[in-house]
């Protein structure tokens, strides 16, 4: 799945488009690397999402193509937050 599909789906960010936005600005790393919203996310991945001064970062646990809202925070586990 793209990164930012599973940005929008894991509802880390609201809306795929600002999640394409965040990429582009180099604001999302994927183990360690500034990443595009083309890669592809795999279970066991480690992505860092950075809000202005806040930073968090999150494991992927799953992949689903659709999930519900309660059950989106269950698509990662949280590593730390900044």
């Not at 930012?4 to 999640?19: G, H, N, Q, Y």
């Not at 965040?22 to 890669?39: M, T």
């Not at 992505?47 to 689903?64: N, Q, R």
Request: glycine fraction near 4%; include cysteine.
């Amino acid at each position: 799945m793209r990164l930012d599909k599973f940005l929008k789906v894991s509802r880390l960010i609201k809306r795929r488009t600002v999640a394409n936005e965040a990429c582009d600005a180099g604001r999302i790393e994927v183990n360690g690397k500034i990443a595009k919203a083309s890669l592809n996310v795999k279970v066991g991945d480690k992505i860092c999402i950075k809000f202005g001064t806040k930073e968090m970062t999150v494991e992927v646990l799953s992949i689903e193509n659709v999930v519900k809202k309660e059950a989106a925070a269950e698509m990662y586990r949280e590593l730390n937050e900044k």
